[in-house]
């Protein structure tokens, strides 16, 4: 290229001989396709709203007049539905969806595998928190007579609606509240407090599965606590929600259908 071309080439100068001013460049080295991060308030408001709306159908469901009762399990599902509506346009608008639900051969073996194993340690928490003979059985004894009788015809639907309210519970726990809470929290932060926040949502059920001599029942706080850290794990492991959804499904299913105790 000759000289006169190069002259031609290169930007006009400024009035007074000084050059333009340098294309701006961004140095902040953020993705433009990661989504943004939720907001204190956006975080708040998620995990603020799922733990109340949870822990008043819990309340309503395991309140002993509704042992057994369909209500006891419709109330649950409408919540979750309802949520996991909300949480599927929430990821949706953030073009997280995707990629989040996402399956991959294996997702249902290592859903499997998961709960496979939670349950054979829910079998030896049972030995150990409340051994039979001991009065403590007694909140193993309420647990499974809020869910009906064990050997009645409608145990296997009663069994299909868990396994559908766990994977909808799963993916609005893990999927928004979670997630939300990675915003402001960090990862690791928002596991943990997530992980709490499940188990203090299943808190009514200290008294309304308590038993007079045995006092407050912890069974189901303290599987919702040690459940959802494996679960949220589970989620970090893979970088998506099927997997701990399944693990989370059959997990309930099978305590339910195989009880880890009987009469």
Request: contains cysteine; hydrophobic residues 55%; positive net charge.
């Amino acid at each position: 290229m000759r000289q006169g071309d190069e002259r031609a080439a290169a930007p006009p100068a400024a009035p007074g001989g000084d050059a333009g001013p340098a294309p701006r460049v961004d140095l902040s080295g953020s993705d433009p396709r990661e989504p943004p991060r939720a907001s204190r308030r956006e975080a708040a408001l998620a995990a603020a709203s799922v733990t109340a709306g949870t822990a008043l159908a819990v309340s309503y469901a395991f309140h002993p007049e509704r042992a057994g009762a369909i209500g006891m399990l419709a109330a649950l599902t409408a919540l979750y539905a309802v949520l996991a509506a909300v949480t599927v346009m929430w990821l949706r608008g953030r073009g997280e969806l995707r990629a989040a639900l996402r399956p991959r051969s294996g997702d249902l073996a290592r859903g499997a595998f998961v709960a496979a194993a939670l349950y054979g340690l829910a079998m030896a928490a049972q030995l150990v928190l409340a051994p039979r003979g001991s009065p403590r059985e007694a909140w193993l004894l309420r647990l499974y007579l809020q869910l009906g009788d064990p050997s009645a015809d409608a145990r296997v639907f009663v069994g299909a609606t868990v396994f559908v309210v766990a994977a909808l519970e799963e993916l609005v726990w893990r999927g928004l509240v979670m997630r939300a809470l990675e915003g402001p929290l960090g990862r690791g932060s928002a596991w943990l407090l997530s992980s709490a926040l499940f188990a203090a949502a299943h808190a009514p059920t200290l008294f309304l599965l308590g038993d007079p001599v045995a006092g407050p029942n912890p069974l189901l706080v303290a599987a919702g606590l040690g459940c959802s850290i494996v679960w949220g794990r589970v989620v970090h492991l893979y970088g998506r929600l099927p997997p701990a959804i399944f693990a989370h499904a059959f997990f309930s299913w099978a305590v339910v259908s195989f009880p880890i105790w009987r009469p």
